[in-house]
């Protein structure tokens, strides 16, 4: 075979070639869109599953925690200046704080610690009360955006001249619901009163609390003058 010949033959076989190739690749497309079709199906499918499912669980913890009452947030201002003086002049080292007074004083103390709430939780209303030395907190609010109410329980303890409450347990409408937890609320007493007192034993009792004090006997004039 000449040269000429096999260059013939290598241009023929070229020109052959190249429609093989154009076959290879429009067919190696046609076979690529079924699978992505399907993986796009897929996709879609999961997303739609995972919709509903978030779905279900926002019903699901609306109607949980659903709020069944609205107690608000006013509450009035403690001045314990007058209990003091009236218990100095009564020369008895003890006062006691009414179901509201206690209301007033918890409830501005919640209202302090607003900043320091679980993340999503706002609160719009707050009622306090006690069954022995276990605080309960009848709280309304919203939980991201869901509103909520719930039964709030404390365990109560005095540090010194302070009230600790730790929160332990929440019941909402439909059940126990033990998240989130919020952070323990210190009530400073001395902050409701002059510094002529000191707290010496806190009692929960039957519709009041007891305050037992020591008192400064030199601030006593001081106290009396003002």
């Not at 869109?33 to 926002?58: D, E, M, N, T």
């Not at 900043?115 to 706002?122: E, K, W």
């Not at 600790?164 to 952070?183: D, I, Y």
């Given at each position: 075979?000449t ?9 023929d ?5 190249k429609?093989?190739?154009?076959e ?13 079709r ?22 699901w ?12 947030l ?13 218990m ?7 006062t ?7 209301n ?20 719009t ?6 069954q ?10 919203s939980?991201w ?8 329980d404390f ?9 600790v ?15 989130p937890h919020?952070?323990?609320?210190r009530?400073?007493l ?13 009692t ?14 030199w601030?006593i ?6």
């Amino acid at each position: 075979m000449t040269q000429s010949q096999d260059q013939h033959q290598q241009q023929d076989n070229r020109v052959q070639q190249k429609p093989l190739q154009a076959e290879h690749k429009r067919y190696g497309r046609k076979s690529l869109q079924p699978r992505r079709r399907r993986f796009l199906r897929r996709l879609l499918g999961s997303l739609l599953v995972f919709g509903l499912l978030a779905a279900v669980a926002i019903a699901w913890l609306a109607w949980m925690i659903a709020p069944e009452r609205d107690p608000g947030l006013t509450h009035n201002h403690i001045d314990l200046k007058a209990k003091i003086i009236q218990m100095v002049e009564q020369r008895k080292l003890e006062t006691t704080l009414t179901p509201a007074e206690f209301n007033d004083l918890a409830t501005a103390e919640l209202l302090d610690r607003a900043n320091h709430f679980p993340p999503g939780i706002t609160v719009t209303g707050a009622a306090f009360s006690w069954q022995g030395e276990v605080v309960q907190a009848d709280v309304r609010g919203s939980l991201w955006g869901i509103p909520f109410g719930g039964l709030l329980d404390f365990d109560a303890v005095r540090d010194g001249n302070e009230l600790v409450l730790t929160h332990r347990h929440t019941t909402v409408k439909h059940g126990s619901f033990n998240w989130p937890h919020l952070e323990p609320i210190r009530i400073s007493l001395n902050k409701y009163m002059p510094a002529v007192a000191k707290v010496s034993d806190l009692t929960f009792g039957t519709g009041q609390i007891t305050l037992t004090f020591k008192l400064d006997l030199w601030k006593i004039p001081r106290l009396l003058w003002r």
